[in-house]
């Protein structure tokens, strides 16, 4: 490689590191979904309106005030006896966001899986899947979780539940 090719190379490699922007354009690999998934699971349920349309993030904020006992973070979400069927919807949009955004700070897979989880909670709670989506694409969904190495226990117990109905 020529000082020239060498030099152009190095100011490649220096622009992408000081790249701001959201862009993500380091591969996940499947041993990160796990503990991604945990993190996101316990993380305070909030949203970067960076990925996220502000409308929709609004409507999980009211959505979040009128629940009781409140609801904090998505774990609580899917064990909670009764979440608002506005919460789910708004997190499972905000999900599906993620899930199909190239920005997305978390990995399409991990959003794709908390997706179906919601869906598995409102399919218990509220005896409908809260979705447009058909039988058999939501079965295709759960049995793609249910494939997922990296799942947690209660997310499995979760979606094999729903899957039963």
């Given at each position: ?139 295709k969904g759960f049995d793609w979780c ?20």
């Open positions: 490689m020529s000082e020239r090719s060498s030099a152009a190379h190095d100011l490649t490699a220096i622009s992408r590191l000081m790249d701001l922007s959201p862009k993500w354009d380091m591969p996940w690999e499947e041993t990160d979904f796990g503990p991604i998934l945990e993190h996101q699971l316990g993380a305070p349920l909030s949203f970067d309106g960076g990925v996220v349309d502000p409308a929709l993030l609004e409507q999980l904020d009211r959505a979040k005030e009128v629940c009781k006992p409140r609801i904090e973070t998505l774990a609580e979400m899917l064990s909670h006896d009764h979440p608002p069927k506005d919460l789910l919807i708004a997190v499972r949009l905000v999900m599906k966001k993620l899930a199909r955004s190239e920005d997305s700070p978390i990995p399409g897979e991990v959003a794709r899986s908390i997706y179906f989880a919601l869906i598995a909670v409102s399919m218990i709670r509220h005896d409908e899947p809260l979705t447009s989506l058909d039988r058999q694409s939501i079965q249910l494939a997922q190495t990296w799942l947690g226990a209660d997310m499995v117990v979760l979606i094999r539940r729903a899957s039963a109905l």
